[in-house]
């Protein structure tokens, strides 16, 4: 073998290398500083929260896609501060509750009115973030998952993750919802941000197509947003005056 000829191959030794090495990190995303995957993504963010003793949701119920338009049907924050809760609702624009839970007594007042009643305790965190419990199987309850990559949302920069449901996976994920609202469901999709420094997740966005929403709007697409902020931060929940 002469000069060139050696020369020759060196360098089609080196290229096939480089196609070898270039296939491989395509193959295999989570190597070689690739993206995580969903799983590792899910996985940091679950133990992350388990030390999570504090924090703030705004959670609001959107229809859309009905035979009268689109509208906000439920809007609610919650403060949570170790065992205290503070949780108002509104339903369709209107005030429909309010209730304290601070040391160990609970305070609640009922469509708009100004009076407050001391009742027995009924109200806790775990209550409170009962769907969040349930989003905890998201991955294995989807058709389909993927990582879209890193986005600024609520002042972080979070990874975003979309999930695919199947009809049957969103009677599953929404169990305590009436099955009657999602008897006829056509699927749908749940968004997730999680913080990608403290891997706590920042926000959720779920569409469940084709939803029973109530007699005067018949049906359409639900869209829920949930924003969570002040993890582990002090949320101050007191007793009504």
């Not at 035979?67 to 949570?80: E, F, H, P, V």
Request: net charge negative; charged share 20%.
């Amino acid at each position: 073998m002469d000069d060139m000829d050696r020369r020759r191959f060196r360098f089609g030794a080196l290229l096939l290398i480089a196609l070898l090495m270039a296939a491989v990190v395509v193959a295999a995303p989570g190597c070689f500083g690739g993206e995580k995957s969903v799983d590792e993504v899910w996985q940091e963010s679950e133990e992350a929260e388990k030390i999570i003793t504090s924090l703030s949701m705004e959670l609001s119920i959107y229809y859309q896609n009905t035979d009268i338009g689109s509208g906000l049907i439920q809007s609610t924050t919650i403060d949570i501060s170790g065992d205290n809760v503070h949780s108002q609702s509104a339903l369709f624009g209107q005030s429909f509750s309010e209730v304290i839970r601070v040391d160990s007594k609970q305070y609640s007042r009922y469509l708009g009115g100004e009076e407050w009643t001391e009742e027995q305790v009924t109200l806790t965190p775990e209550s409170t973030t009962s769907q969040l419990a349930e989003f905890s199987e998201l991955p294995s309850r989807s058709s389909s998952q993927e990582n879209l990559g890193v986005e600024m949302v609520n002042g972080v920069e979070a990874y975003h993750l979309a999930f695919t449901l199947s009809p049957q996976e969103v009677s599953q994920l929404f169990a305590n919802v009436p099955s009657t609202q999602l008897d006829s469901n056509a699927g749908g999709t749940v968004d997730v941000w999680i913080d990608q420094e403290t891997f706590y997740k920042v926000k959720y966005e779920a569409v469940i197509n084709n939803a029973f929403i109530a007699e005067a709007v018949g049906y359409g697409d639900v869209r829920i947003v949930n924003n969570i902020s002040n993890m582990n931060q002090p949320v101050s929940i007191t007793p009504p005056m």
